[in-house]
């Protein structure tokens, strides 16, 4: 496959376009929705498409998997904005006792966040809820949703594409995940950085 991207860029034609308003049209059929809720996302999106496109150096399938790495994140937001606007009573929930993890990648945060879920008092958001948003998840569905199998056939490609990385960073559909992948449909996280090679972008 990466073979016929090569031949078809040699060519100048590119299989898998990864424009700012083509994704933001497939974004946009996939979530059903056109409200992305202000453009506070648009300038991050557009450097990281700018150093994808300039520095990355994706081969066919990299494309392919940026494309649907990008519009996904974009329909997450289109979706988050729509149930937020069908439930403006989500403006009144009251958090209490938030807490907060700061820190930089590889310094533990990860391993602390997974400890702090371990008390039954706590609640961190999974890996599925962050992937697949809407509608919120309820006690009664915590254990046997159906999304939770599709982000981990999403998590096991990953494992198969990239050798070893479950060793660096162990992850399941049903383990806490952190504030990065919520970041990212904004297209201002750390996790762009480190899945793909811009380093313009950050």
């Known amino acids: 496959m990466n073979q016929l991207g090569r031949i ?18 497939k974004a946009i059929a996939q979530a059903g929705s056109a409200d992305f809720g202000g453009d506070d996302f648009r300038e991050g999106l557009r450097r990281f498409l ?38 403006p009573e989500i403006e009144n929930e009251e958090i ?3 807490l907060f993890i700061v820190g930089m990648p590889r310094t533990g945060t990860t391993i602390l966040h997974a400890l702090l879920e371990k008390d039954p008092a706590n609640r961190s958001p999974l890996f599925w809820e962050v992937q697949f948003p809407v509608p919120p998840a309820t006690p009664e569905t915590w254990h046997d949703d159906p999304r939770i199998a599709e982000d ?17 960073h162990p992850m399941a559909a049903t383990m806490p995940q952190e504030c990065v992948a919520v970041f990212t449909m904004c297209f201002m996280s750390e996790q762009l950085q480190v899945q793909f090679n811009v380093p313009s972008y950050q």
């Open 152 to 168: 981990q056939k999403v998590l096991d490609q990953l494992y198969s594409l990239v050798p070893g990385f479950e060793a660096m």
């Open 96 to 98: 209490l006792e938030p």
């Open 50 to 87: 700018d150093s994808v496109e300039n520095e990355a150096k994706l081969t066919l399938l990299g494309r392919m998997l940026a494309q649907g790495y990008v519009t996904g994140n974009l329909a997450n937001r289109l979706r988050l904005v729509h149930w937020r606007k069908r439930h």
């Open 8 to 25: 078809a860029s040699l060519l100048g034609i590119q299989l898998v376009t990864l424009k700012e308003d083509r994704l933001l049209k």
